[in-house]
């Protein structure tokens, strides 16, 4: 059976992903792929997701340069949630949130406070200006 | 505004929770949380989570006895993906899949094929008896 096949894509034919950087542990971002992301970001060794919002493939740094290397890719017991072991390339540290952070999950819950714990590492104007 | 209104609940109220060992940084785990299950999670400190199979609330470890203390809460930028830092208790090293595997992505793409590259730590149905 096609490794794809296994997977079970849920109702939307989407698998949840996590992003982990290999070197750090971090886990740096979460996002869905559909059935063609998986298999682009098989066959590029770069992380291709599908974007719910735009409802379109998603080369991850297609317009930031902040590309997702993959190393591994790993499934879930269930077959439905894949984990990513990435590089996070275009920045240093690497930068994989759009607000320009190094992780997408820098809130952290304080006092029953959701507080950003996490530096802006560079102005998302800049990262996504290339693209005018 | 309460922590619990900033969460941005799916069109089923739930939200996807990634369960990342604090001191390895082995993601271990992920399933989904209503409202109720994240602010039981709160309350006790122990990961409680929803199961859309069984269409509970399912505190875990609540059979098995492998607990999970949350350490760290964690929001995204999106406001709708949670990530815990929790200890997995009940053995050691710890088992979070219910298969008796230390993490439930123990399954790694090689050459295509989706190889087991975890050993089983303890045999289910040992983990599982105590609730019989």
Not at 25 to 52: C, H, P
Not at 99 to 120: A, D, M
Not at 126 to 132: G, K, N, P
């Amino acid at each position: 059976m096609n490794s794809l096949d296994q997977v079970k894509w849920d109702r939307d034919g989407l698998v949840p992903v996590i992003a982990q950087e290999r070197d750090s542990g971090d886990v740096v971002m979460f996002a869905w792929m559909n059935r063609e992301a998986l298999a682009l970001t098989i066959e590029k060794g770069q992380a291709v997701y599908w974007s719910r919002s735009r409802a379109r493939l998603w080369h991850k740094g297609e317009e930031s340069g902040h590309v997702q290397q993959v190393h591994e890719i790993r499934l879930d017991c269930d077959n439905d949630v894949v984990l990513l072991k990435i590089t996070q390339h275009g920045h240093q540290p690497g930068i994989a949130c759009h607000t320009g952070r190094h992780s997408c999950f820098y809130q952290r819950l304080e006092n029953g406070v959701w507080q950003s714990v996490e530096p802006v590492l560079k102005d998302p104007a800049s990262i996504y200006a290339q693209q005018a």
